[in-house]
């Protein structure tokens, strides 16, 4: 029996030393296989990215930015060829990709040096809002054994800052080798940086003209594509172009006169100061257009599929933005906030006694007038003081209007009124009974600050954690504002040179860069 038994043991270790190794054949090839080559790996970590979400991703705007060195927390030279490798993969897996050089534009502009944007999915989320996209990649790699690195991403949806995908792949480093390391390990200490945008020595002011001059083709973030233009012949019009800007994304309609109906449209971006357009005939064939602009002149080509020429013609600008902004619109604004959620264009509207204006702040025109009353159903005031809106949430922006000592919550997404608090209940420690002006600043992202005005003062006030953080003079904080008192207020961050501020005191008005701290310009309503 005890032989008989021995045997049988025998036999079953046999059967698991058999089992052991078809598991080592069949299973561990398929770990050994995610180490591959650099190329390689990209292109698997990405497909595998898409293919595990491909409905998430798919006729989505995707921004490619901040993969780091998880260890230091710094970008190393590598940093930037991961992110073009993943850029050109999610490309060729057919995804809509935002321009990297735009995303470079943006951080430059918009975020300070200090800000710890990569390790918080939530500021990543609002960074992705700022340059138009739908879905942020990310991730981090780090040195894994000898000769390895391992590269992790991940998709975040903008709307709510969650994670809707992820993968990894380890890659050889035999060919990167030379770009592992920081990127300030990597400058020579005789070179230093002098890409466009940084100076070593501040250069006068004739220097920076010259300089201006050199460069004006690494950047058309000033360009103004956006707006209407038209073709005339014999002193009549005979071609509308409208053209309309969503973050770096551009859409465009086609017409034969101011007021007609559009005949066709197209969409594209720009790059090296070119806009370049794609659109169908109503043959379905493709037409490329390709755009340049100078001053108020735009220059137009289009060319069809086998890249002969279809039409070459001058354009002129019908309304320069900023020169007829506020025309036609009323005087004495008492409240104003931006609406970019429900058209194409950012709808801004200006509220004075019981009723409301909206202005299209691309097209530089007023849209219409309503009643406070019929434009906001359920609103519990007649009247608007003030008014700001927390975008935090891009899918359900709230929209908060002041009157009195109150404030009401109004959805603008449902287009329904929330509720009524006083303004002493709603914004603890807040030294002001009533509001008068109000703005939010959202460049360090993740950490807007909400500005209120009453009388001669205004105050600070931390949306996120809800807390009041001190308040002061206009005169001393807006450095060049010669207003005793701001009766309206709200921020454009529309404009190519960055988020402006207009600040309205009774018939005048005053645009503010926010980034510079310096008035621009003052003007009468």
Known sequence: MDKLNRIGRVEISFFLCGLMVVCWLFIVPRVLARTYDFD?????????????????????????????????????????????????????????????????????????????????????????????????????????????????????????????????????????????????????????????????????????????????????????????????????????????????????????????????????SSNQNILILTSKTARNTKVVIKATVEKNTLRYSSYNEDGSSRFTGEFSRVIPPDQMIFKNVFSGVQAAYVDVRHYQTPQLYLFKDTHYERYDLFASMSIGLNKITKGYPGIAFETIDAAYVDARNSESPQLYLFSGVRYCRYDIRANKMVGVNTIKNGYPGLPFKTIDAAYVDSRNLGKPKLYLFSGSRYARYDILNDRYEGSNDIAKGYPGVTFKFIDAAYVDVSKPEGPQLYLFSGSNYARYDIRTDKIIEINTN
């Open 40 to 268: 390689e790996g990209l292109d698997a970590v990405t497909e595998g990215l898409v293919s595990e979400n491909s409905g998430i991703l798919k006729n989505k705007k995707v921004a490619v930015f901040g993969i780091i060195e998880s260890k230091s927390g710094k970008k190393w030279l590598i940093s930037s060829h991961i992110e073009d490798g993943i850029v050109d993969a999610l490309v060729n897996n057919g995804c809509r990709v935002i321009e990297r050089r735009r995303i470079q534009d943006v951080i430059k502009r918009e975020i300070k040096e200090t800000t710890d944007l990569w390790f918080d999915q939530d500021q990543v989320a609002q960074f992705g809002k700022l340059v138009g996209a739908d879905i942020v990649v990310t991730g981090s790699y780090v040195l894994w054994g000898q000769g390895m690195v391992k590269i992790s991403i991940r998709a975040i949806n903008v709307a709510d800052g969650q994670i809707v995908a992820a993968d990894k792949v380890k890659i050889f480093t035999d060919r990167i080798a030379s770009l592992l390391k920081s990127a300030e390990d990597g400058k020579h200490p005789k070179e230093p940086d002098v890409s466009p945008g940084k100076s070593v020595v501040e250069p006068s002011r004739e220097e920076s003209k010259a300089t201006l001059a050199v460069n004006t083709n690494v950047t058309d973030a000033k360009v103004l594509y956006e707006g209407i233009w038209t073709r005339s012949e014999n002193g009549k019009i005979v071609d509308v172009i409208k053209l309309n800007r969503v973050g770096f994304e551009y859409t465009a309609t086609f017409h034969n006169s101011m007021d007609g109906p559009a005949y066709s449209t197209a969409a594209g």
